[in-house]
């Protein structure tokens, strides 16, 4: 992910504190709380496309155990 997609779900999903709300980050990244939270969804929509790939090449077998 780019660099300014990292920061904004670090901050937002609080991997390095406490949870930020959209307005708080939006401060920090001087844009307004729609932008962050077009950043945040556009994130995690690479993110679940990315592990959709990769978990549906695995096989069947693998997948339970």
């Known amino acids: 992910l780019p660099l300014e997609q990292q920061r ?3 901050l937002r999903f609080g991997f390095t504190g406490e949870p930020k ?6 401060e920090e990244f001087g844009k307004h ?3 962050v939270r077009f950043i945040e969804a ?3 929509r ?5 592990f959709h790939r ?3 090449n695995i096989d ?6």
């Open 54 to 56: 990769i978990y549906s």
């Open 46 to 50: 690479k993110l679940r496309t990315r």
């Open 42 to 44: 556009h994130a995690l």
């Open 60 to 65: 069947l077998d693998e997948k339970q155990s």
């Open 8 to 10: 904004v779900l670090h």
């Open 33 to 35: 709380r729609s932008g």
């Open 21 to 26: 709300t959209l307005a708080d980050c939006g």
